[in-house]
C-alpha cells in the first residue's frame, strides 16, 4: 500500500488486514515513516518510506499517492511485477492524453468490469465522480436524457474528501454548525473524468456540478436534475432504467425514497431514488445518489477493483 498514511489509504489498509485472502506486505508514509497507528475498526500497521517499500513482494499495490506523484510509483510497481489499483487522478480518463493512459481501464465497477478484470492497472474513480455517474449512468446508456440537456449536479461531501493535510479552512471552528459550496463556476477537478465518460457513452449533454461541504467525517449526498425526452417523459416507472440495469449489482440499492448518509456509512454501495418532477414544463427526473466517500468512493471500490484483477469473488472482504 502507497501512500497509507491518508483517510482512504488507512481504509485501505483496514479492509485489507480484514480480508480473508489478501495480507498486507507494506504500507508507505514518508511523513510518518515508522510511526505505527491504529487502523478503522481495529489492528494498527508500521509505516514505512516509500523508497523502501519492497514491491517485488506484492502481487497486487494500491496507490493513494498524491495526484501528480502516483504514476511514476504505478510505473515502478508495474516493473517490479505487481497489479495496480491507482487512487489518484493521474491515470484516470479525461486527465492525460498519453497512450498508456487512454490504455488504463477506468474502475468504475459497475460500468467497466470486464476491462477491469483483465487488467494489470486500473484507475479508481474520484468520490464525487462515482456518486454522480453511478446516478446517471442508466439514462445515459439508454438514451433518456434530452439532446442538449445540461444536467445540473450538487453534491455535498463529508471533510475527509478534503484529504489528510492540516488546512486552515477545515478547522473544527470553520466547519462545525456550517455549509459553504466550494469550487464553484464547474470547476472542480473530477469534472474531468465525468465529461469523458459521458463523451465515451456519446451523450450530448453537458454537466453542471457544484460540490458542497458538510460539517461531517464521511460520506458524500448528489442530487441530480436530469431533463428527458420526450420518449422518455412518458414511461411513468421512474425507476424502471435503474432496475433494468441494476437488478443483479450486489452494491447498487434502489430505494424509494430519497437516501439519508447514515444508510450508507462505512458501507462499499451507492444508494439510489429517482423521483418525478412535478410543475414543471420538460419531463425531469430527480436522481439522489448517496455513497461513504471513503468506502464506495474509494477504499471500498479499490478493494472491489481488485477482486476482479485477482480473479476473486468481487465481493469478497467488503461490508455491504
Known amino acids: 500500500m502507497l501512500g497509507a498514511s491518508g483517510y482512504a489509504g488507512r481504509e485501505l489498509c483496514a479492509l485489507v488486514s480484514r480480508h480473508p485472502r489478501l495480507a498486507l506486505a507494506f504500507a508507505t508514509a514518508n511523513e510518518q515513516r515508522g510511526a505505527t497507528v491504529e487502523l478503522p475498526g481495529g489492528g494498527a500497521v508500521t509505516f514505512v518510506a516509500t523508497e523502501d517499500a519492497p514491491l517485488g513482494q506484492a502481487k497486487l499495490v494500491f496507490s493513494a499517492l498524491p495526484h501528480g506523484t502516483s504514476k511514476a510509483w504505478v510505473e515502478r510497481a508495474r516493473a517490479a511485477g505487481a497489479k495496480v ?9 479525461g486527465n492525460n492524453d498519453s497512450a498508456a493512459a487512454t490504455a488504463v481501464p477506468y474502475g468504475l465497477t459497475e460500468a467497466r468490469r470486464d476491462a477491469v478484470r483483465g487488467a494489470d492497472v486500473v484507475a479508481n474513480p474520484g468520490c464525487y465522480a462515482t456518486a454522480i455517474l453511478l446516478g446517471l449512468l442508466p439514462l445515459l446508456e439508454q438514451r433518456l436524457v434530452a439532446h442538449g440537456a445540461t444536467i445540473t449536479v450538487n453534491a455535498s461531501s463529508g471533510v475527509t474528501g478534503a484529504g489528510f493535510s492540516a488546512r486552515t479552512d477545515l478547522l473544527f471552528g470553520e466547519i462545525a454548525e456550517n455549509f459553504r459550496a466550494y469550487s464553484v463556476g464547474n470547476t472542480h477537478r473530477h ?6 465518460m459521458l463523451g465515451e457513452l456519446h ?20 442530487t441530480m436534475t436530469v431533463p428527458l425526452s420526450r420518449e422518455a417523459g412518458e ?10 440495469r441494476y437488478g443483479t449489482e450486489r452494491f447498487i440499492e ?10 450508507v456509512a462505512h458501507r462499499n454501495v451507492a444508494r439510489i431514488a429517482v423521483v418525478r418532477a ?13 455513497i461513504d466517500n471513503l468506502m464506495k468512493g474509494a477504499a471500498g471500490q479499490a478493494v472491489q477493483n481488485a477482486n476482479l484483477m485477482l480473479g476473486l469473488d468481487e465481493a469478497m472482504g467488503l461490508p455491504a
Not at 414511461?235 to 424502471?240: E, I, K, P, S, Y
Open 278 to 290: 412535478a410543475h414543471v414544463r420538460t419531463p425531469t427526473l430527480l436522481v439522489f445518489s448517496a
Open 85 to 93: 489499483v491507482d487512487l489518484s487522478s493521474d491515470l484516470r480518463i
Open 203 to 222: 451523450a450530448d449533454a453537458d454537466l453542471l456540478f457544484t460540490p458542497h461541504l458538510l460539517p461531517t467525517a464521511r460520506g458524500i449526498l448528489a
Open 235 to 244: 414511461t411513468t416507472d421512474a425507476l424502471a432504467p435503474y432496475r433494468a
Open 191 to 196: 469534472l474531468n473524468e465525468m465529461r469523458a
Open 254 to 263: 434502489l430505494v424509494d425514497e430519497p437516501p439519508e448518509l447514515r444508510h
